[in-house]
């Protein structure tokens, strides 16, 4: 199995920049592919950025904006925001593929409002 805690929201004026971070633990190993996702009120959860071995890819509405890492050494999956808008607002989850298995972050939420 595999364990993520995410952390870093808050509330950011428009134009502003936030860094989340996940913190991963277990069966580090075996995941196949990481992301970040997010939800906003009234809307689906969907996938902001993604990494599957050393290919990135981001949805269109933060491309060029927000920055996806992963370091190995520290067991921890970041995503650099920048340039927000307001909607981006909405709770955003760490999430993971690993033996045929998704796995959650808790949620942090990200608010961008003046």
């Known amino acids: 199995q595999v364990q993520l805690v995410d952390s870093g929201g808050g509330l950011v004026q428009p134009g502003g920049s936030l860094r989340l971070s996940c913190e991963i633990s277990?069966?580090?190993?075996?995941?196949?592919?990481l992301g970040w996702f997010r939800q906003a009120p009234g809307k689906e959860r969907e996938r902001a950025a993604s990494?599957?071995?050393?290919?990135?890819t981001y949805a269109d509405s933060v491309k060029g904006r927000f920055t996806i890492s992963r370091d190995n050494a520290k067991n921890t999956l970041d995503l650099q925001m920048n340039n927000l808008k307001p909607e981006d607002t909405g709770v955003y989850y760490c999430?993971?593929?690993?033996?045929?298995?998704?796995?959650w972050g808790q949620g942090t939420q990200v608010t961008v409002s003046s």
């Open positions: 999430w993971c593929y690993e033996s045929n298995r998704h796995y």
């Open positions: 277990g069966r580090i190993f075996a995941i196949n592919a």
């Open positions: 990494i599957t071995g050393d290919t990135t």
